[in-house]
């Protein structure tokens, strides 16, 4: 598994040792996100990280090395993506930190297209189906048309966490009482534990392993 942190990428092992950074590059990502054998990655330089991938905003970069090495592709030096995911066509989307727009790219992240909507998303997640869920103040919101609008995703908890498991079938995410949920599909939200410490990511396995991470803390 891999951590995105603000120093770089590091990986958790079955017998939750951490080990890194990945490559030896100390970039803050702030987005990051995986379609095929590619990570996308958006944030800010470290002060070891290779001048040419951007500053003070890293833009999109890419890595086809499991985050070993890192490549400029869009926005270098410009955009700073605290919101990134892909959908399960390979479509990424991401929320422009700086205006709140949410941007669309369907090329590998090299030309990117206002989809039209603005809104403050503390993620972003796609699921099975193609609906892109955003985790906003107001609570999470739907969108069923490729981000170009956006509803109140209905009986939804109101989560400031989320994560869609591997094969995007289910979603888990974290309530301000520290309370995991999870649905399936279109099915019911569950509740299915709580965090332990202070939850800044979670991430659901294809099993159905749940994995919380957060200050000097993580559980499962």
Do not use: C
């Amino acid at each position: 598994m891999l951590l995105g942190t603000h120093t770089g990428l590091y990986t958790l092992g079955e017998d939750g040792t951490v080990t890194g950074p990945v490559g030896g590059i100390d970039l803050d990502a702030m987005g990051l996100t995986a379609t095929g054998d590619n990570l996308y990655a958006s944030g800010h330089p470290g002060p070891s990280t290779p001048a040419e991938l951007g500053a003070p905003n890293l833009g999109i970069i890419r890595s086809q090395d499991g985050g070993e090495t890192w490549e400029p592709v869009a926005f270098t030096g410009e955009k700073d993506f605290h919101a990134l995911t892909a959908g399960p066509d390979g479509t990424l989307y991401g929320q422009d930190a700086g205006d709140g727009a949410v941007l669309i790219s369907t090329d590998g992240g090299v030309s990117w297209s206002p989809t039209g909507s603005t809104l403050l998303a503390f993620g972003l997640e796609v699921d099975a189906v193609g609906r892109i869920i955003a985790v906003t103040p107001d609570g999470p919101q739907v969108s069923t048309d490729r981000g170009e609008s956006f509803a109140a995703l209905t009986d939804a908890p109101n989560l400031f966490l989320m994560a869609a498991s591997p094969d995007r079938q289910r979603l888990v995410g974290v309530d301000a009482n520290d309370t995991i949920w999870t649905v399936t599909g279109a099915g019911s939200w569950q509740e299915v534990g709580t965090v332990h410490g202070t939850a800044q990511a979670i991430t659901i396995t294809d099993e159905g392993d749940v994995l919380s991470f957060g200050w000097g803390e993580h559980g499962r």
